[in-house]
């Protein structure tokens, strides 16, 4: 039995937007709609407006790159869950999560 292969994943480089242009749309967004619009008391008071905002933007909002859908509609669908990539599902149930300009090393 061998060693597992080792494997690279590279996130956008930092000072190349154009790496992903799709996070680099979602990063624009947020920070208009959601940090420039609040202030915020507390650790806890981002914490809960956050959430909120989440709620929002994948539960009632619909979204131009996904045909006018709302995300979480386009999720619930079977047949179109199936053919949805995991990380848009990712992305879209966490969109923090998916920020990042380190490559990791990941091993299989």
């Not at 940090?35 to 914490?47: E, R």
């Not at 809960?48 to 709302?70: C, F, M, Q, S, T």
């Not at 199936?82 to 300009?101: I, M």
């Amino acid at each position: 039995m061998g060693l597992p292969a080792r494997r690279y994943l590279y996130f956008s480089r930092p000072g190349k937007p154009t790496d992903n242009a799709f996070i680099e749309a979602f990063n624009g967004r947020f920070r208009a709609e959601f940090l420039n619009a609040h202030w915020f008391l507390s650790l806890a008071d981002a914490a809960e407006k956050l959430e909120d905002w989440r709620k929002d933007y994948n539960e009632h909002r619909p979204h131009g790159a996904i045909g006018n859908k709302v995300p979480e509609d386009l999720m619930k669908s079977e047949h179109t869950a199936s053919r949805v990539p995991d990380l848009v599902r990712k992305t879209l149930a966490h969109p923090e999560g998916t920020l990042g300009s380190t490559p990791r090393l990941t091993s299989t």
